[in-house]
């Protein structure tokens, strides 16, 4: 399985912003719907959102809702996640990967249905 590769993260003041990128270096993310999660230390991976392969389907977690936009670019074989008005416990390691079952972006997706995940990229949001 290709591991996808995120790139992006840093370290920024809160209310500040970032932007996310997810590629699939040799490989493509056509027909897969992808979802972006994170990881603080301590705590389960959970999921912060995901956008349809081509439909226009996208959710988001409550906590990031009206903060975070997901988007992606099949011609460009990338996905991003525009992270803004940035909190401390938004601090985590963030991973993209696809959904091997789904076109479509729906709420009801399991982790397991994931694949691909890559090394992820470190956001830390603090003074």
């Known amino acids: 399985q290709v591991q996808l590769v995120e790139s992006g993260g840093g370290l920024v003041q809160p209310g500040g912003s970032l932007r996310l990128s997810c590629v699939a270096p040799?490989?493509?993310?056509?027909?897969?719907?992808i979802g972006w999660f994170r990881q603080a230390p301590g705590k389960e991976r959970e999921g912060v959102s995901c956008?349809?392969?081509?439909?226009?389907?996208?959710h988001y977690a409550d906590s990031v809702k009206g903060r975070f936009t997901i988007s992606r670019d099949n011609a460009k074989k990338t996905v991003w996640l525009q992270m803004n008005s940035l909190k401390p416990e938004d601090t985590a390691v963030y991973y993209c990967?696809?959904?091997?079952?789904?076109?479509?972006?729906?709420?009801?997706?399991?982790?397991?249905?994931?694949?691909?995940w890559g090394q992820g990229t470190q956001v830390t949001v603090s003074t």
């Open positions: 990967a696809k959904n091997l079952m789904r076109s479509t972006c729906v709420s009801s997706a399991q982790m397991h249905e994931y694949a691909g």
């Open positions: 040799g490989s493509t993310l056509d027909y897969y719907a």
């Open positions: 956008v349809g392969y081509s439909d226009g389907s996208t």
